[in-house]
């Protein structure tokens, strides 16, 4: 089990006693996806935030590989989760051309790159050089999602958090994005939560589902474990 969840719950601070979150219990396989359906506002944005450790939460317990980790992580555990928005720029830098933010994860983790390498690996992600020295406002959305998929994706995480990754693009792109996360599970065995209000989408993508409704987090059975 790479992640797992015990009560996990969460309030906001402004929230007059409203249950964001309220004691999830997920669990998450390596090389599985699993879907977190539900209207808006049902609470699966906040639980993304938990999973990813970019906010703690109220009560509950996360872990990781078996081990118990609390926000913010740190080493394998920040490497390994990480998360994509629906809204790709509030990932990037709004000063920095595309260049500077896509070196960023290998300065990090002190991976190795070259331009020509850094050229031909965001090629797979329709990224050129004309690309390159354009700020997050000067790409397109879908272009802006590509680059922060493959940002993340250079760091080989164990999990991602996908966050309505595609509400906000065109058709065309959304295929694009489906296909790029499909593609790179098959050759890496990440794991994937995919938050989503889209039921079709869920199920194309998800081996489990779990059904959010009101801060309640209910696995739904009998489905296929397809990929
Ligand atoms: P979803 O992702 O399913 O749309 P969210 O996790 O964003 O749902 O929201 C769950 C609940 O928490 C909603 O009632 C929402 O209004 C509330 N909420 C979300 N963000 C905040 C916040 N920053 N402060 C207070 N309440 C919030
Ligand atoms: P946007 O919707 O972001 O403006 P487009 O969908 O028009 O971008 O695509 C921009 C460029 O990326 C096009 O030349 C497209 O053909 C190219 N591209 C090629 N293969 C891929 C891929 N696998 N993923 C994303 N973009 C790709």
Do not use: W
């Not at 601070?13 to 879907?35: C, F, M, R, Y």
């Not at 920040?78 to 994860?105: D, Y």
């Not at 050229?119 to 390159?132: A, D, P, R």
């Amino acid at each position: 089990m790479i992640l797992q969840t015990e009560k996990l719950t969460y309030k906001y601070p402004n929230s007059h006693g409203h249950t964001a979150v309220d004691q999830a219990d997920i669990s998450l396989h390596k090389g599985e996806t699993v879907g977190l359906f539900g209207e808006s506002g049902s609470g699966k944005s906040t639980l993304g935030l938990i999973l990813a450790g970019l906010i703690k939460p109220t009560s509950g317990m996360l872990r990781h590989n078996g081990e118990k980790i609390s926000a913010p992580y740190k080493g394998a555990h920040r490497r390994g989760i990480q998360i994509l928005f629906q809204h790709p720029e509030i990932s990037f830098n709004p000063a920095l051309i595309l260049l500077k933010s896509m070196t960023e994860p290998y300065n990090i983790y002190a991976l190795p790159y070259s331009y020509s390498s850094l050229l031909e690996y965001l090629k797979h992600y329709g990224l050129y050089e004309e690309h390159l020295y354009r700020t997050p406002a000067q790409l397109s959305g879908g272009e802006l999602q590509r680059a922060a998929l493959a940002r993340i994706l250079a760091i080989q995480p164990e999990v991602i958090v996908l966050d309505e990754p595609t509400s906000m693009l065109d058709v065309i792109t959304q295929v694009q994005i489906m296909n790029i996360l499909k593609d790179y599970q098959s050759k890496n065995n990440v794991s994937y939560i995919l938050i989503s209000h889209n039921r079709i989408l869920c199920e194309k993508m998800c081996g489990r589902i779990y059904k959010v409704e009101n801060g309640v987090f209910t696995e739904e059975y009998g489905r296929p474990t397809d990929k």
